[in-house]
């Protein structure tokens, strides 16, 4: 199985080359380094050179403040890039896996979000994320949209590796806690990824770590595993203003993977203390 990743040098996008070479893939990963995904002549030129049996869709305009700025160029990499993907796929037949997220939904309530719950996206990032679902909802049948939240993982800027930063220099960090959802870990969602492309089995799937925590739960989380003494003071959202919304609720129910067939990914604790081995190795 010849699989094109898109996002090659990211925290998700890495980690499923990593995982599908593991077991004996052929894996062609592209990044910003090679090309930009709005030069829609050399993204065709790639996948149609390349031939993929699969297209794993990873990569994607996620600076989500200064996308309020950049409406049109967030819309051109997240959207019009993606539609381009499907149209691609479609003349292949190839599968085709995209990245998405909880930003899709508007974050009320405490409820955990469906996959069939009516969307709503409070910012550009989310409203152009949600225009790519809907382009390879249309143009590839053989499609698995995968929403995550909350990503951390090898290769990228990520809330952990923040916090264990600020640890060093900080007794004391202020973390929102009034925004509830599931971290995701990237090397658990590319086994997923990889099992899911070695099935027929379409359609919309929510994949984050089990359990759910605030942003201020998972800080205290990673200083306890650390073995840090730094002290996490819980906030309100009020007192860290961002140009764009963020969800209160990023809460997703993950019964269409039990419904697919396929596994949930480990608890977000376990998660934790494996990024955090991962880590400490990195540095």
């Avoid at 995982?19 to 829609?40: P, Q, W």
């Avoid at 600076?63 to 959207?79: F, G, Q, S, T, W």
């Avoid at 190839?94 to 508007?106: E, G, H, M, N, R």
Wanted: charged share 25%.
């Amino acid at each position: 199985m010849k699989v094109f990743v898109t996002g090659a040098t990211g925290q998700v996008g890495s980690s499923c080359i990593r995982e599908l070479k593991s077991r004996g893939m052929e894996a062609k990963g592209v990044s910003g380094k090679d090309f930009s995904l709005t030069d829609t002549e050399t993204l065709r030129r790639a996948l149609l050179d390349y031939q993929p049996d699969v297209v794993i869709h990873s990569a994607a305009y996620t600076a989500v403040d200064k996308a309020e700025d950049e409406p049109e160029l967030c819309r051109r990499v997240n959207a019009d890039a993606t539609a381009e993907i499907a149209k691609i796929c479609a003349e292949l037949h190839a599968k085709l896996v995209y990245l998405s997220t909880d930003y899709v939904f508007p974050g009320t309530g405490t409820a955990s979000f469906e996959v069939g719950s009516e969307t709503g996206p409070l910012n550009v990032y989310g409203k152009t994320k949600l225009l790519g679902e809907l382009a390879v909802r249309e143009y590839v049948p053989e499609h698995f949209i995968v929403r995550i939240s909350w990503v951390f993982g090898p290769g990228g800027k990520n809330f952990i590796r923040t916090m264990m930063k600020l640890s060093e220099t900080h007794e004391e960090v202020r973390v929102v806690d009034d925004q509830v959802g599931s971290p995701t870990y990237a090397r658990d969602v590319a086994v997923l990824l990889a099992h899911m492309i070695e099935t027929d089995r379409y359609g919309t799937y929510h994949a984050t770590n089990e359990g759910f925590c605030s942003w201020a739960e998972l800080a205290k989380e990673v200083f306890r595993q650390a073995g840090r003494s730094t002290r996490v003071i819980p906030v309100l959202s009020s007192e860290f203003p961002t140009k764009a919304r963020r969800p209160r609720n990023s809460r997703l129910n993950k019964s269409s993977l039990d419904r697919g067939g396929f596994p949930r990914l480990p608890r977000w604790k376990d998660a934790v203390g494996r990024y955090l081995i991962e880590l400490a190795k990195e540095e």
